[in-house]
């Protein structure tokens, strides 16, 4: 357990609402979920009393969020506190939606906020399976459907939404540097030459590629879709952290669920099943017949490929290296099965 100082008093107003009751003492302690040196995630749970002496078990998710900056969108860091000021959350519906917020608060002074969250339970990170990945990823189409064709009023006024410039940028910070760039190009490199290659061909190919992004539908997306954010119970769907939320292009978040750190040995088979299912979810409120070329594929390349590179050139740990070769692999296996007419 930690030692996180909370606000008895916000607890016991928060408690009031979740239970239905009048709370004189609530006895608490603490768990971290997840969280660093910008952000710390609390599970609190206890017993809660009443004047009348009932007590009922709670739990509730505290989330402490500083201020930082990430590259190219500095209006990330309290995003999450916007969205949820905001009517997001009357867009979801019952097969998706994200955690109740029971109280929120913005410390201007600290550059701080709080949020008071709903704890989520269900099927989450690696126990998810290639199934529930393909239900996660026609729900998400459905939704950003539903989003797109209404023009949601919901969104129209909203300032702080990362734009879609976000991928190039993301893209072009990795491409620019030096240390992935020339180690992918030198004599020396470990990796082999054929992924080596791929990532070549697609910096030689960006503009192409990238024209070609830009012709597809720009939707809202999470941007953070992958494992760990996603908590599966009975066909149902929550999504956590909408701290990197804005404005892209259609398939960006599918990019997120097939290749942010899944695990390797699912990542062709979703590629070939998440795909046509999102497009299935979209196309319930989008005509979409006339998109021939989705994208993902280089959508995929564009967000992770120098990533994994990075992270061989510096992950030390037993077999991390092999993960990361794997994984770049994987990517390459994608394109080889589209040639063969695996999608």
């Not at 909370?6 to 239905?20: A, Q, R, Y």
């Not at 709670?58 to 209006?75: C, F, S, T």
């Not at 998440?274 to 409120?285: D, K, L, T, V």
């Not at 990075?310 to 794997?326: I, R, T, V």
């Amino acid at each position: 357990m930690s030692t996180c100082k909370v606000n008895e008093d916000t607890l016991k107003n928060i408690l009031n609402k979740i239970l239905g009751i009048s709370v004189v003492h609530a006895d608490y302690q603490t768990k971290q979920l997840q969280g660093g040196t910008v952000g710390d995630v609390q599970l609190i749970t206890g017993t809660a009393k009443s004047a009348d002496g009932t007590a009922q078990p709670y739990n509730v998710v505290l989330k402490i969020q500083k201020k930082w900056e990430r590259h190219a969108d500095p209006g990330s860091w309290r995003r999450e506190y916007d969205l949820y000021k905001s009517d997001l959350g009357i867009a979801f519906s019952s097969t998706l939606r994200w955690p109740e917020c029971y109280h929120l608060e913005m410390n201007d002074k600290e550059d701080e906020f709080q949020l008071w969250l709903e704890y989520i339970d269900g099927v989450t990170g690696s126990d998810l399976t290639v199934d529930m990945l393909e239900k996660v990823a026609e729900v998400w189409g459905r939704f950003q459907g539903k989003l797109f064709a209404e023009h949601s009023s919901i969104l129209k006024n909203f300032a702080n939404l990362s734009g879609t410039d976000y991928l190039k940028n993301f893209y072009r910070h990795y491409r620019g540097w030096d240390v992935v760039y020339n180690y992918i190009r030198s004599d020396d490199c470990q990796i082999p030459k054929h992924l080596c290659q791929m990532i070549i061909d697609l910096d030689n190919n960006s503009d192409e590629i990238f024209s070609r992004i830009e012709k597809l539908p720009i939707v809202f997306c999470h941007r953070d879709l992958w494992v760990i954010n996603i908590f599966y119970s009975d066909g149902k769907i929550a999504l956590i952290d909408w701290d990197t939320t804005g404005w892209g292009y259609l398939g960006e978040d599918i990019a997120s669920l097939i290749a942010d750190e899944l695990d390797v040995d699912d990542m062709v088979e979703c590629y070939h099943k998440c795909i046509p299912a999102y497009y299935r979810g979209f196309s319930e409120y989008v005509d979409v017949a006339h998109i021939s070329d989705h994208c993902i594929y280089e959508i995929i390349l564009a967000m992770y490929a120098y990533r994994e590179v990075e992270w061989f050139l510096y992950d030390e740990e037993p077999g991390g290296k092999e993960l990361h070769l794997a994984t770049l692999q994987k990517m390459y296996e994608m394109k080889a099965s589209d040639a063969d007419g695996g999608s």
